[in-house]
Each structure stands twice: as C-alpha cells, then as structure tokens.
C-alpha cells in the first residue's frame, strides 16, 4: 500500500472551504467593528470577537463548524442593522 505523499497536516478540500468561510467571516466582523463609533464599545467587540475565534479554535466537528459559521452570520447582520440604524 502506497503512503500518501501529503503531509499529515494537509487540509481537505471541505476543511480547507471551511476555513476560508471562518476567515471571511472574521475578516468582515471586524470591518464592521471599525465603524462603531464609541472607542470603548468598539475595543470591547474587538475583544469579544477575537476571544470567541480563540475558543473555536480548535473546533473540528463539521457540524459544529457549520453552525458557528451560521451563528457568526447572524451575529454579523445584528451588528451591521445596529450601527445602521445608529446612523440614520
């Protein structure tokens, strides 16, 4: 039987896909982050959402993976509808 020629820590193709989807998930939260106008309420949603990526680090259930995505989505468009409304 042939040894795979990938290194143990390769991702698959779904694992990679996820990973991306976090990434993207990250990246805009703290976009919308930024545009909080109170220094203290937008160092503490920094905080907050670079701690709950930290604790998720480790997750490798595709399910759970799938629902925290989900959830951060969710939690992305409260944000977003917040500080839309606190700007009209």
Same mark, same amino acid.
């Given at each position: @039987?042939?040894? +795979?020629?990938?290194p143990?820590? %390769?991702? !698959? ?8 989807q976090v ?16 220094? +203290? $309420?937008?160092?503490?949603l *920094? $905080? ?5 990526? *930290?604790?998720?680090? /480790?997750? !490798? ?5 799938? @629902?925290?995505? %989900? ?9 977003? *509808? /917040?500080?839309?409304?606190a700007? +009209?």
């Amino acid at each position: @039987m042939a040894a +795979s020629r990938l290194p143990p820590a %390769t991702l !698959t193709l779904k694992q990679f896909i996820r990973r991306q989807q976090v990434l993207l998930l990250y990246r805009r939260i703290l976009q919308a982050i930024r545009q909080v106008p109170n220094d +203290s $309420d937008r160092k503490y949603l *920094k $905080d907050w959402a670079r701690e709950e990526f *930290k604790r998720n680090k /480790s997750a !490798t259930e595709e399910d759970a993976i799938r @629902m925290m995505i %989900t959830q951060g989505n969710k939690q992305l468009k409260e944000l977003e *509808k /917040s500080l839309a409304l606190a700007k +009209s």
